[in-house]
């Protein structure tokens, strides 16, 4: 997902965006543990989409203040 697409979010939309991702990536760790996946660049770019979401939330509370 591109930071525009985020930016176009309603701040509740991006929470539960986050805890819908947060969720995946740990189940994606524990499948990992248990069989390696076949890409492991997918563990990364759920970390990197997780960081990008939880910056643009930041963003915005700092924006309020």
């Known amino acids: 997902m591109k930071v525009a697409e985020i930016k176009e979010l309603s701040t509740s939309d991006l929470q539960e965006l986050i805890q819908t991702e ?3 990536y740990s189940q994606l ?14 563990i990364k770019a759920a970390r990197r989409n997780i960081a990008r979401l939880q910056t643009i939330l930041r ?7």
């Open 22 to 24: 947060q969720a995946n």
């Open 59 to 65: 963003q915005r509370e700092l924006n309020k203040q």
């Open 29 to 42: 760790v524990l499948n990992h543990a248990v069989s390696p996946l076949q890409d492991n660049s997918q």
